[in-house]
């Protein structure tokens, strides 16, 4: 039998934080999983087995389900993903159809819950004890012929029509910081309305109500970009407690701009000029004023109104952007809430370009089905994103295999080779024995011809 490695090289292993890396969070997954309803008569494979499996098929970035395929008699899929019988690509879609997509908040809802009790969210305070939430939809699915009854639809000027699916993503964010925190997306469909903006509001209206459900006391400060800034949604903000930072643009809000000018003539606004942190001769400037009403039809609703531009050496404006909010602006926090506004582009290159880019497969049609079975798989696979999420956040295992990785494309690239060609008992087993090359030092057995069983933690003798 091999003998282990020496336990001076075990001492290297980073310590992890208990119920925040992977291990636990499946076992946190899996039991969730199994309370979910089942309406089947007499099923041959559990629910519980098809979230897990197709939670394994986007923990480990396969292309589609034919490449998972293979999968199936895979000794670590059973045991890392708590999976029973793993179900056909064709099983596996028809059983995850009829899932009601609410029916995954939960799994978000628990590993957040995880976070909060494991202290882990504290780096992510912004302000004033608030975290940034920030909120933007975006599409993942796009046909010209597959459809189903929740699918929106464009139609093109000459007739042609695309057929296509969207969801409404939030997640917290903080200036500086790379890892963003998931919370459950909202599907946008059919019913939401005929145009985009009909439908990323009406779906942003569920997305906030299920989030104050779910978090009834968590102090939350939204950043959405200019289609948020309306009455109605900013209402609906100040009901559920929630503050904002929303973008404004002039062309939809002239009232806005020129009260602010007014407020400028009248020496009512405070404005501040600094040099760039970081880029030499770049001259930044802030201008704030209070209690401006949003629009003409909206006169008694109040916010607060600031602007931000960068200007070259060649003082020609080179950024502007502009903001309304319920916070009290300051010259002490002015550059602080800039820095949160522009945060919000956090949603796009740290969650929508990762998801898209880096490995995930986001855009890639694993199935549509005729119910939700397109809906199931967007929310599994940012199921399957928080969870790496947390651990680049939490799990100094998983980080310093992504750092000796170089990128996470490499990381998933060498997750599943040692994921095929060796059993392990646990994924920290199989981190450990990414991060030290152990596998290299390891003689094949006889009796596994095609993969060889990781014998790191084997009991000597």
Known sequence: MILPPPRAERVNTPWTRKRLSFDPLMELIHDRARQLPDQRQDPDYPLADAIMSALALFSLKDPSLLAFEARRNDENMKTLFRI???????????????????????????????????????????????????????????????????????????????????????????????????????????????????????????????????????????????????????????????????????????????????????????????????????????????????????????????MYSEFGPDGNRRKHFAWVTDLTITEENATILVEGGRARWKIENETFNTLKNQGYHFEHNYGHGQQNLSVVFAMLMMLAFLVDQVQEHCCPLFQANLKKAGSRRTLWERLRSHFYHFVFPSMRELFEAMLHDRVKEMPLPPRYPARRVCSCHLPSG
């Open 84 to 306: 029973t019988q793993i179900p056909s690509d064709t099983q596996m879609r028809e059983m995850l159809d009829p899932v009601e997509p609410d029916w995954l908040r939960p799994f978000f809802k628990d590993i957040f819950q995880e976070l909060q009790r494991g202290k882990a969210l504290e780096s992510f305070v912004f302000h004033e004890g608030h975290y940034l939430l920030a909120i933007d939809g975006t599409e993942y699915f796009s046909s010209d012929s597959i459809h189903c009854p929740c699918c929106l639809c464009r139609e093109s000027k000459t007739g042609k029509k695309t057929f296509y699916h969207q969801m409404l993503s939030a997640v917290l964010v903080k200036p500086g910081k790379r890892e963003v925190i998931p919370l459950a997306p909202e599907p946008i469909v059919k019913q939401d309305g005929s145009n985009k903006n009909d439908c990323e509001r009406n779906a942003g209206k569920r997305l906030l109500e299920k989030i104050r459900e779910d978090h009834p006391r968590l102090p939350i400060i939204v950043v959405e970009d200019g289609l948020a800034s309306n009455a109605p949604h900013i209402r609906l903000l100040k009901e559920l407690d929630m503050r904002f930072l929303l973008i404004v643009h002039q062309d939809d809000h002239q009232h806005l701009f020129e009260e602010m000018l007014r407020a400028h003539d009248e020496d009512r606004a405070t404005c501040l000029s600094y040099p760039h942190p970081t880029e030499p001769g770049v001259t930044c400037e802030i201008s704030f004023v209070h209690d401006l009403p949003l629009n003409k039809s909206n006169a008694d609703l109040r916010v607060n109104f600031f």
